[in-house]
Nanobody, 122 residues
């Protein structure tokens, strides 16, 4: 059974940092990604990372502030979020089971976690 489990969300003031973790079980290593969804908005791609870590991709709104990394031994992907802004407030989801295509497209993944909430106050 495939399980995708996120952790590390919370509340922080603008300018602060958080690190999210995503652990995958029951599935082999593949491209993984973080997405986020704010109330009333579509889910958007935040960052993705290839299985060997050689390729990463970031959404325009987080470029230079967020950094994705992985620990393959632990099957865990991390999202380091720096210089957080109120507009980063959203539920953050981890995705696995890449099926091909653009790595920041929600349709490219089969498995999703339940999400972890990130709230940034001004």
């Amino acid at each position: 059974q495939v399980q995708v489990a996120e952790s590390g969300g919370g509340s922080v003031q603008a300018g602060g940092s958080l690190r999210l973790s995503c652990t995958l079980s029951g599935y082999g290593l593949s491209m993984m990604a973080w997405f986020r969804q704010a109330p009333g908005k579509q889910r958007e791609g935040v960052a993705s990372i290839s299985p060997n870590g050689a390729r990463t991709e970031y959404g325009d709104s987080v470029q230079g502030r967020f950094f994705i990394s992985q620990d393959n031994d632990k099957k865990t992907v991390y999202l380091q979020m720096n210089s957080l802004k109120p507009e980063d407030t959203a539920m953050y989801y981890c995705a696995a089971g890449f099926t091909g295509g653009w790595s920041l497209n929600t349709m490219s993944y089969n498995y999703w976690g339940q999400g972890t909430q990130v709230t940034v106050s001004s």
